[in-house]
T-cell receptor, first 112, second 114 residues
Framework: SQKIEQNSEALNIQEGKTATLTCNYT??????LQWYRQDPGRGPVFLLL?????KEKRKERLKVTFDTTLKQSLFHITASQPADSATYLC???????????FGKGTTLSVSS | DAGVIQSPRHEVTEMGQEVTLRCKPI?????LFWYRQTMMRGLELLIY????????DSGMPEDRFSAKMPNASFSTLKIQPSEPRDSAVYFC????????????FGNGTRLTVT
């Protein structure tokens, strides 16, 4: 079955640095992958989508890469700010192409 | 745009009781998803609907769980009877348009079964 792995340990960085979060997957080749942000007590909020034929996608300070050979996506936040502190979830479309399967998320903490 | 609306926000009940969670998707969205989130298992897909029709309920943990979508603007997730291991945050999400459209989540219902 599909398996999605994100760094289970929290990532702590200083303001202004680049945060890099990893999403690895096995037993599957998804057509696309999405990244979401979740704040405590709230539902996940969509950030970016990247397709299998796209190597990289950018949105403001966010950058996502998608390596289908390594079966890995990297999520970067440049010039990080304390307001970027949250849990970040990666999600892959299921084999039927009809629903998203989520990783457990990585919690990012940015200190000033 | 009011977003996806879930009710109640918190539910505390005793083991054996029936629990009904409610969801109003974003108007015009044709897909609706129910997820459950726990620290141990993360965000798990329970069931999803397309145009009010259940497409895949293989994520529903047991027969104690059931979901309905009587119309495009309302869905329920029912647990009967509830058990302590059902304690979790239950999220509803909707999406519209293409199959890779982003999901719009509600703020969840935190269920505690004692």
């Amino acid at each position: 079955s599909q398996k999605i792995e994100q760094n289970s340990e929290a990532l702590n960085i200083q303001e202004g640095k680049t945060a890099t979060l990893t999403c690895n997957y096995t037993n599957y080749s998804p057509a696309y992958l999405q990244w979401y942000r979740q704040d405590p007590g709230r539902g996940p909020v969509f950030l970016l989508l990247i397709r299998e034929n796209e190597k990289e996608k950018r949105k403001e300070r966010l950058k996502v890469t998608f390596d289908t050979t390594l079966k890995q996506s990297l999520f970067h936040i440049t010039a990080s700010q304390p307001a970027d502190s949250a849990t970040y979830l990666c999600a892959l479309v299921n084999q039927a192409g009809t629903a998203l399967i989520f990783g457990k998320g990585t919690t990012l903490s940015v200190s000033s | 745009d009011a977003g996806v609306i879930q009710s109640p926000r918190h539910e505390v009940t005793e083991m054996g009781q029936e629990v009904t969670l409610r969801c109003k998707p974003i108007s015009g969205h044709n897909s609706l998803f129910w997820y459950r989130q726990t620290m141990m298992r993360g965000l798990e897909l329970l069931i999803y609907f397309n145009n009010n029709v259940p497409i895949d309920d293989s994520g529903m943990p047991e027969d104690r769980f059931s979901a309905k979508m009587p119309n495009a603007s309302f869905s329920t997730l029912k647990i009967q009877p509830s058990e302590p291991r059902d304690s979790a945050v239950y999220f509803c999400a909707s999406s519209g348009g293409a199959y890779n459209s982003p999901l719009h989540f509600g703020n969840g219902t935190r269920l505690t079964v004692t």
